[in-house]
């Protein structure tokens, strides 16, 4: 979405006073970012990169 | 009075011989024997203590077993007093949004794509299959999921001959390089080139054989899966073409890539103007229900149909109603055969002029 719109407000910025406590290995291990593709027409960077739920083709 | 009440995403396939109970919330499928299917229906209606008068000493114990095997597998529960009305069944709608699920594409040059990528966007096509007669080097796959870089794909399979370049770094640039492509398929590869165990973001398969895009609508007990949205397209709709557009070699549009009639060609006319066109659809509400042999299945929602290859047998209506060709399974023997051994299926064999799938 963030392509689309622009804050008119910036949200409060209580952001700054989250603790971090995830370590450097535990963002590295996480690889769901590898899940999503963008998509224009959906307007999202997320579209979930989906396997198909039956086999779409059976040549083996 | 003590009621058996079936869970409601437990799914009851009656077949010839036997029964399948397909729990749609684990994804899991269990064959049974028929008698358990009328000890089901009994209890549907029935309390436990009257289902039990009906029976000799004997066999109320085998009734109490069975209760005990749908407890323990969970596939219901028991209540005081007959619930059942209170329970609803699950909808068999098949809901999907988008107007066509996925493509089959035969393509000798990747230019081909061109033509579709904006239609595919249009019918929110979900899933493209790239049958490609030609090797793809490094670049091509690259070029291929570019072209589809933010358009509404989900993934992307490849069938694609072997050769030489493709080796382990091959993967891992394209690894890096690629989002869409979920799997590849190498064909006609005489040695695997490597082992690995490293985690890439798609499969990878090798095959020794000249794989023919002909070789498609195998029937297999590899090829079944439980899961919701399967079934539920399944007991509705034809589960191969159902929200499917297949091409050609040459461009024409069709259901699938193996079918004869087409609707069009891509050089001529967009895959939407194809969809419009009378007798494209017509195969898609065709449920195993009304297929031959099929409709005694216990597999039938279970696994998927092929209409480009059937044992040409019978026709209701002008759709070919007939078994699948390249299914070896008996629902009324339960047993699997090779299918391409079967005399009865010969003159078929003969009709499709397959004579490679005969000596495999």
Request: include cysteine.
């Given at each position: 979405m963030k392509h689309l719109f622009k804050e008119e407000k910036k949200l409060p910025l209580t952001f700054k006073y989250i603790e971090h406590f995830r370590t450097k290995t535990n963002n590295k291990t996480n690889n769901a970012k590898g899940s999503y593709v963008p998509c224009k027409r959906y307007h999202t960077d997320y579209l979930l990169r989906e396997n198909p739920t039956k086999p779409l083709t059976r040549l083996l | 009075m003590k009621y058996f009440n079936l869970f409601s995403n437990i799914l009851i396939t009656k077949g010839a011989r036997r029964i399948l109970i397909s729990d749609l919330q684990r994804n899991l499928s269990d064959l049974y024997t028929l008698e358990l299917y009328d000890i089901i229906e009994e209890l549907k209606n029935d309390s436990i203590e009257d289902i039990l008068k009906n029976y000799d000493?004997?066999?109320?114990?085998?009734?109490?077993?069975y209760i005990d095997l749908l407890l323990e597998k969970e596939y219901g529960f028991i209540t005081n007093g007959d619930w059942d009305r209170n329970f609803p069944a699950l909808s068999y709608e098949f809901q999907e949004v988008s107007e066509i699920t996925n493509i089959f594409i035969e393509i000798d040059h990747i230019s081909v794509l061109d033509k579709i990528t904006a239609s595919i966007d249009n019918l929110g096509v979900k899933h493209l299959v790239i049958y490609a007669s030609k090797e793809l080097s490094m670049n091509d796959y690259q070029d291929i999921d570019k072209k589809f870089k933010d358009s509404v794909l989900e993934g992307i399979e490849i069938y694609a001959p072997f050769h030489q370049a493709v080796d382990q770094s091959f993967f891992q640039i394209l690894n890096e390089t690629t989002s869409r492509i979920y799997s590849f398929i190498f064909y006609n590869c005489k040695e695997i080139p490597f082992k690995t165990k490293e985690i890439f973001g798609f499969s990878i398969n090798f095959s020794h054989e000249n794989i023919k895009i002909s070789a498609c609508g195998k029937v297999d007990l590899k090829y079944f899966n439980t899961n919701l949205s399967k079934i539920l397209e399944a007991v509705k709709h034809n589960s191969c073409l159902h929200k499917k557009i297949g091409i050609d070699?040459?461009?024409?549009?069709?259901?699938?890539?193996l079918m004869p009639e087409s609707s069009g060609n891509i050089y001529q006319s967009t895959l939407e103007e194809a969809l419009e066109i009378p007798g494209f659809k017509k195969y898609w509400n065709l449920t195993k229900d009304h297929?031959?042999?099929?409709?005694?299945?216990?597999?039938?929602?279970i696994c998927t149909d092929c209409r480009a290859y059937t044992e040409l047998t019978h026709t209701n209506n002008g759709l070919d109603t007939s078994k699948p060709l390249k299914c070896g399974y008996n629902p009324y023997t339960e047993k699997w055969e090779k299918w391409s051994k079967n005399p009865l299926k010969?003159?078929?064999?003969?009709?499709?002029?397959?004579?490679?799938?005969?000596?495999s």
């Amino acid at each position: 979405m963030k392509h689309l719109f622009k804050e008119e407000k910036k949200l409060p910025l209580t952001f700054k006073y989250i603790e971090h406590f995830r370590t450097k290995t535990n963002n590295k291990t996480n690889n769901a970012k590898g899940s999503y593709v963008p998509c224009k027409r959906y307007h999202t960077d997320y579209l979930l990169r989906e396997n198909p739920t039956k086999p779409l083709t059976r040549l083996l | 009075m003590k009621y058996f009440n079936l869970f409601s995403n437990i799914l009851i396939t009656k077949g010839a011989r036997r029964i399948l109970i397909s729990d749609l919330q684990r994804n899991l499928s269990d064959l049974y024997t028929l008698e358990l299917y009328d000890i089901i229906e009994e209890l549907k209606n029935d309390s436990i203590e009257d289902i039990l008068k009906n029976y000799d000493t004997e066999s109320q114990q085998i009734i109490h077993e069975y209760i005990d095997l749908l407890l323990e597998k969970e596939y219901g529960f028991i209540t005081n007093g007959d619930w059942d009305r209170n329970f609803p069944a699950l909808s068999y709608e098949f809901q999907e949004v988008s107007e066509i699920t996925n493509i089959f594409i035969e393509i000798d040059h990747i230019s081909v794509l061109d033509k579709i990528t904006a239609s595919i966007d249009n019918l929110g096509v979900k899933h493209l299959v790239i049958y490609a007669s030609k090797e793809l080097s490094m670049n091509d796959y690259q070029d291929i999921d570019k072209k589809f870089k933010d358009s509404v794909l989900e993934g992307i399979e490849i069938y694609a001959p072997f050769h030489q370049a493709v080796d382990q770094s091959f993967f891992q640039i394209l690894n890096e390089t690629t989002s869409r492509i979920y799997s590849f398929i190498f064909y006609n590869c005489k040695e695997i080139p490597f082992k690995t165990k490293e985690i890439f973001g798609f499969s990878i398969n090798f095959s020794h054989e000249n794989i023919k895009i002909s070789a498609c609508g195998k029937v297999d007990l590899k090829y079944f899966n439980t899961n919701l949205s399967k079934i539920l397209e399944a007991v509705k709709h034809n589960s191969c073409l159902h929200k499917k557009i297949g091409i050609d070699i040459n461009g024409n549009i069709k259901n699938c890539p193996l079918m004869p009639e087409s609707s069009g060609n891509i050089y001529q006319s967009t895959l939407e103007e194809a969809l419009e066109i009378p007798g494209f659809k017509k195969y898609w509400n065709l449920t195993k229900d009304h297929i031959e042999v099929c409709k005694d299945c216990e597999f039938r929602y279970i696994c998927t149909d092929c209409r480009a290859y059937t044992e040409l047998t019978h026709t209701n209506n002008g759709l070919d109603t007939s078994k699948p060709l390249k299914c070896g399974y008996n629902p009324y023997t339960e047993k699997w055969e090779k299918w391409s051994k079967n005399p009865l299926k010969q003159k078929a064999i003969e009709n499709y002029n397959l004579p490679e799938l005969i000596k495999s």
